[in-house]
């Protein structure tokens, strides 16, 4: 097990952003489309993490044109470029599928501040 | 010479250069001492016997101990033999590691797979099943064995309940995805057989 861990460790990215369910994060994915390279993002609020090392997940919900549109991405894949969290949000708990349930304003994610970290 | 004993260490995963993931058996292969090289004159086949997995001279029977002296070696849990094609190129004691397969592309890998014990026609032989509704009642049952008058017995080698796994098999022409030279390490793309710990027989394919 040590030698695997070993193995996930050093193919594992050095630094990943800090970020947690509930958060609203832009995803730069780097899409290959006829042998041109590009960087595609895809916002939206962090409705699980799950896994562990290498295998680390999250997935990204959004709604748009009012169809839910959910993206797992592994934490450590290459084509995951970069994460940007643009706002904390305040849950209380660690998956957030009850979020599929709900539309427009019921969907919305209270959002964390300074004071409520305390 | 063309194969190495090892230990399956476990399965993971990397990322290709495009982000694909690729599910990958990590395999501690060698390094594996020569024991014994066996010579066309003196007993009408080449090949050499390598051992692996060092143990104490005690925990192995008192024949295989003395073995591994004569070659000036420590005793050896595993012994396995490779044909090759000239014995003179090999002497007992020379030390055979991970090196052999660096431009190898494709390896076969045999073992002993996980014994699963008294299992049903579903996951011994892939049978699907009786139907779930419609007033079937026969949801898990094998069916007809056979025809009546005759044969009037069962065929030999007919599909039933039983143990499974624990067998030996070989999987072809797994791709080597990396080798770590420095730890003795081989990382093939898919599953190998048994859990890990499990003693292996790397070759080449051919």
Redo the contacts between chains.
Sequence with gaps: ?D??NQ??AK?MKESVPQFSVGDTVRVDV?V?EGGRERVQAFQGTIIQRRGSG??ETFTVRKVTQGVGVERIF?L????VSAIRVLRRGKVRRAKLFYLRQLMGKAARIEEKTEKAEE | MRGLIGKK???????D???T?IPVS?I?VGPCPVVQVKSPKKDGYAAIQLGFGVVRPTKVKLARAGHCKKAGLPAYRDLQEFRVENADEFEAGQIIDVTIFKDTAEVDVTGKSKGRGFTGLHKRHNFHGGPASHGSKSHDVAGSIGSSAYPSRVMKGKKMAGRTGYTRFTVKNLKVVEIDLE?N?M?VRGAVPGA?NTILRITASS
């Excluded at chain 1, 450590?76 to 084509?79: D, K, L, R, V, Y």
């Excluded at chain 2, 260490?9 to 990322?15: K, P, S």
């Design positions: 097990m030698i695997l193995i996930a193919r780097r290959v290498l295998g592994p450590h894949s290459p084509n | 260490i476990g399965m993971t995963h990397l990322f250069k495009d982000g993931q990590v501690q730890n390490l990382m890990a």
